[in-house]
């Protein structure tokens, strides 16, 4: 015969309970107080599975994973974007991926002293807008290699070229670009 645990067992782990209280002594008068206690407040650690799909951008996702840097471009009128985009802006025709060069120069910066909870512990960090030669629209980005500290005005024009995440997260920041 198998004998059942009498007893769920406990971890030290759980939800950290504020604001309870509860008489000691439960006779009609403190039961009746019960009808007026405060709502409890729980607070617990919280975590879900989220899948999400890139859609019609997922190439350029997988060209960052394979150090390629992809952009659009409206078959009809050229217009071509530095960043993934189904659709032209403008005419709303579909546009074809074509690749963009590893180099460009920094069109403009800002440095962040502060940031997203991903980004906080690297404060500060330098954003940048890289324009590439044939692209019409400029791609936001991180631009490392370079002091946030003693940012200069030298910087607009600086050639830089795409470095590549070698363990990609699939996420616009598996690229960022360093001075050439």
């Known amino acids: 015969m198998t004998t059942l645990p009498d007893q769920r067992p406990e971890s030290p782990g759980g939800a950290i309970v ?35 799909s890139y859609g019609q951008d997922s190439p350029f996702f997988a060209g960052l994973t394979n150090g390629v840097f992809l952009g659009s471009r409206d078959a009809k009128t050229g217009y071509t974007y530095a960043n993934p985009r189904g659709h032209d802006m403008y ?34 960090y330098i954003l940048a807008l890289i324009e590439f030669e044939g692209a019409n629209t400029l791609f936001l980005t991180r631009l490392m290699g370079l002091d946030p500290e003693a940012a200069s005005l030298d910087w607009i024009g600086l050639k830089v070229k795409a470095r590549y995440l070698r363990n990609s997260k699939l996420k616009p920041t598996d690229v960022y670009f360093v001075p050439a």
Not at 24 to 34: C, H, K
Not at 38 to 49: C, F, G, K, V
Not at 95 to 103: F, H, K
Request: include cysteine; charged fraction near 15%; proline fraction near 9%.
């Open 18 to 52: 504020h604001n309870l209280p509860f008489p000691r002594d439960l006779n009609e008068q403190a039961l009746a107080l019960l009808k007026q206690m405060s709502p409890l407040q729980i607070e617990q650690a919280y975590q879900i599975t989220y899948l999400h």
């Open 91 to 124: 005419t709303g025709d579909e546009t074809q991926w074509i690749m963009l060069p590893n180099e460009g120069k920094v069109h403009a910066f800002t440095v962040c002293h502060f940031g997203s909870e991903e980004f906080l512990p690297e404060c500060p």
